[in-house]
């Protein structure tokens, strides 16, 4: 099983911007869908955003649509998520995952298998 590892996590004002990264290694390969999803406390885990193996198609949740956009290098096996116009209820952790069969993608944590550690995304008011 392949690893992902999520970095780029931080602080930051409302209206500011973050890129997230999620660097795969191991069995992992440029035909999985991956997906971001974010944990606020005393929240249930929600989707964010995923980009199919291909990067062609992308889906994201309605509350970060025009904000937060998701893309990939598949030649670093790396997923990025780039988050501009922070608010506070942007804040949580954010986890990568990586889609259960090859070609996957969706909205539901069922679709995907390998996940990240999580990064801690703050963002103040």
């Known amino acids: 099983q392949g690893q992902l590892v999520e970095s780029g996590g931080g602080l930051v004002q409302a209206g500011g911007s973050l890129r997230l990264s999620c660097a795969a290694s191991g069995r992992t390969g440029s035909t999985y869908g991956m997906a971001w999803f974010r944990q606020a406390p005393g929240k249930e885990r929600e989707f964010v955003a995923a980009?199919?193996?291909?990067?062609?198609?992308?889906d994201y949740t309605n509350s970060v649509k025009g904000r937060f956009t998701i893309s990939r290098d598949n030649a670093k096996n790396t997923v990025y998520l780039q988050m501009n116009s922070l608010k506070p209820e942007d804040t949580a952790v954010y986890y990568c995952a990586a889609s259960r069969y090859s070609y996957g993608m969706g909205r539901i944590s069922e679709t995907y298998n390998r996940w990240g550690q999580g990064t801690q995304v703050t963002v103040s008011s």
């Open positions: 980009i199919s193996w291909s990067g062609k198609s992308t």
